[in-house]
């Protein structure tokens, strides 16, 4: 029965392509923007912003079930900001009689290891639920897929680079995904009952560190290997000021991401495998299709 779905995030990485896959399920579909006026993605634009709670009730009213794929991690007060969006989206939906949240959270064991975007995604999983709307949870390491941060480090790393001198967080293992296979769980957890209230472990089939998948990028993008020599006195704030200065990748994103990149996030409970059903794409596959999917991007395909 198609529901009436609002998707936080609509116009970033996962969410662009989010709506469209809820649209082509015959979902009523609204794109929450700050501006709405300049939306050009699938769903209906609707006004709204987290970081605003005044703004939120507007575009809940009426929600079956809403998609939170919302972070600040180009901020360095991430974690304040995150945690009081979190709350008001959560206490928002719950008095707009909103039945399902789904958020989109990362990997990691629990514990006082995790670095402080992976300890900000778990607080924001507590807040949404905190006024009583059950929350569906995917934890996800690496989405590779274009137009994801993760994945433009890989790449333009590769791209720019015959050889690294890499941090030592080269040899942490994680376990990517493909940015479809993303999408299918999230819509497969979409007002499923078996889903609700849960939270799922998700990822590719294969673990991997941060050396092998750079090095097996290259192989596929470039055509040749990449020497990567690990020099152990790379702080994440020099690590960020590399990436900052080979990538385009904002300085503040990269420094809150790399401080995750000595977390191993890999998957320990496949229940998810039982709930929404399907063969996840190997790495290789996930690194062509990102490739393919901008190329046609630029229009060359």
Request: net charge negative; hydrophobic share 45%; no cysteine.
């Amino acid at each position: 029965m198609p529901l009436t779905v609002l998707v936080t995030g609509a116009t970033g990485f996962v969410g662009s392509y989010l709506t469209g896959a809820l649209v082509e399920e015959g979902h009523d579909v609204r794109a929450m923007t700050r501006r709405p006026d300049d939306y050009e993605g699938q769903g209906e634009p609707v006004a709204g912003d987290v970081f605003a709670p005044d703004t939120l009730a507007k575009a809940l009213r009426g929600v079956d079930v809403a998609y939170y794929l919302v972070h600040s991690l180009d901020d360095n007060d991430f974690e304040r900001l995150d945690a009081e969006a979190a709350g008001a989206f959560g206490q928002a939906a719950a008095e707009a009689g909103v039945r399902q949240i789904v958020y989109l959270g990362g990997l990691g064991e629990d514990g006082s290891d995790l670095s402080p975007h992976l300890r900000s995604r778990r607080q924001v999983e507590h807040l949404l639920g905190e006024a009583g709307v059950p929350v569906t949870v995917l934890r996800a390491a690496i989405v590779v897929g274009h137009g994801g941060i993760s994945w433009e480090i890989t790449r333009q790393l590769v791209k720019k680079l015959p050889a690294m001198v890499a941090p030592h967080w080269v040899g942490t293992k994680t376990q990517p995904i493909a940015l479809a296979d993303v999408i299918r769980y999230l819509v497969g957890v979409l007002d499923n009952p078996d889903a609700t209230g849960r939270v799922f472990e998700i990822g590719g089939p294969e673990v991997l560190t941060y050396r092998e998948m750079l090095r097996r990028a290259s192989k596929i993008q470039n055509g040749r290997d990449v020497p990567i020599v690990v020099v152990p006195v790379l702080t994440p704030r020099l690590s960020s000021q590399w990436l900052a200065f080979v990538t385009d990748v904002d300085a503040k994103t990269g420094h809150n991401l790399i401080e995750s990149m000595d977390n191993e996030v890999v998957v320990r409970d496949d229940a998810i495998r039982s709930v929404v059903p399907f063969e996840p794409m190997g790495y290789d596959e996930m690194v062509k299709t990102a490739l393919a999917d901008r190329l046609r991007d630029q229009g060359v395909l």
